[in-house]
């Protein structure tokens, strides 16, 4: 045997832990709002910007592109995002909220906020290396 331990190996642990996280709070939005996490990760970037490419948000929030398009697609035929071509740059499509979009942001946010709380109370006092920990990971890339 290696002596290799995957349920150890801290990439592993963090991919589970993430999955896990993830698929939690994608239960609720899903159930209470009927978007996908794909359309989740896009809103929630486009709430705090005015306009953003597809390109932009692909690299913002580690998903594939065609992910990325697709759910900006389903956003925009309920009506919760518009695309608009980019003026200096006709090759770009630049993403932003309809009132329609912010009306849902505004009643996700507190339901993301309850759910990390509800994480940071699990991590009780650990919470606070744990999040200066995944920053130290995280980088520049967040």
């Known amino acids: 045997m290696s002596g290799f331990d995957l349920a150890a190996f801290l990439p592993y642990q963090l991919a589970v832990a993430s999955a896990r996280?993830?698929?939690?709070?994608?239960?609720?939005?899903?159930?209470?709002?009927?978007?996908s996490l794909p359309e989740w990760r896009v809103l929630a970037h486009l709430a705090g910007s005015e306009a953003v490419s597809v390109r932009e948000i692909h690299a913002r929030v580690d998903m594939d592109k065609s992910k990325v398009s697709r759910a900006a697609a389903r956003l925009e035929s309920q009506g919760l995002i518009e695309k608009r071509t980019h003026p200096e740059d006709r090759r770009l499509v630049e993403m932003r909220l309809t009132d329609r979009g912010r009306d849902l942001i505004e009643r996700i946010v507190p339901v993301a906020n309850?759910?990390?709380?509800?994480?940071?109370?699990?991590?009780?006092?650990?919470?606070a290396p744990f999040r200066t920990a995944l920053q130290t990971l995280l980088g520049d890339r967040t």
């Open 21 to 35: 996280v993830s698929r939690g709070f994608a239960d609720l939005y899903r159930a209470e709002f009927g978007i």
């Open 114 to 127: 309850a759910y990390q709380a509800r994480i940071l109370a699990e991590l009780g006092p650990d919470a």
